[in-house]
């Protein structure tokens, strides 16, 4: 009997905190982001050294802006210490969701070149669920290879 009891004292809790909403779910994101990360403040032009202090990333171009679920479109220019456009570089983009401790699939997604001097497109990139993505930017110039992270809430 005390069996029956307690399950379902846990079953009520469940059901009226499934149930539970407050005054602003109405104009909430789906999701909240907290504060465990340093989330960037998204805005075209925004700029990431890297961590070993190679490259300069810059986000051109992001559709959509900021970075949101579904697929995603940047456009970055690197530069190396000096301020020169880095035109033939191997850029790789890695989304991955710390909270969660996975990416997507494929993993990475590789930049290509615009004709504009230093300017790689990453298309079509997916942040497949809200919440904290990581993005990871690695520049590779045949001589030095180093990465830069992005990091932004996907509301949904």
């Not at 909403?21 to 990360?37: L, Q, R, V």
């Not at 300069?56 to 171009?61: E, K, R, S, Y």
């Not at 890695?94 to 930049?111: C, L, N, R």
Request: with cysteine.
């Amino acid at each position: 009997m005390l069996y029956r009891i307690i399950l379902l004292c846990s079953a009520l809790i469940l059901v009226s905190a499934c149930g539970k909403e407050d005054d602003n779910s109405a104009n909430s994101p789906m999701h909240s982001c907290g504060t465990a990360y340093t989330i960037d403040t998204f805005k075209l032009g925004m700029q990431k050294s890297t961590k070993e202090q190679h490259f300069t990333i810059t986000l051109a171009a992001a559709s959509p802006a900021p970075p949101d679920m579904g697929y995603n479109d940047w456009a970055i220019a690197v530069t190396d210490q000096n301020s020169n456009a880095l035109e033939s570089a191997s850029i790789t983009l890695t989304p991955f969701m710390p909270e969660h401790g996975h990416g997507t699939s494929p993993a990475d997604f590789s930049g290509v070149a615009t004709g504009t001097a230093g300017e790689y497109s990453i298309e079509r990139f997916p942040l497949t669920m809200s919440g904290i993505w990581q993005i990871t930017i690695n520049v590779d110039d045949n001589s030095k290879n180093d990465e830069a992270v992005f990091t932004f809430c996907a509301e949904g």
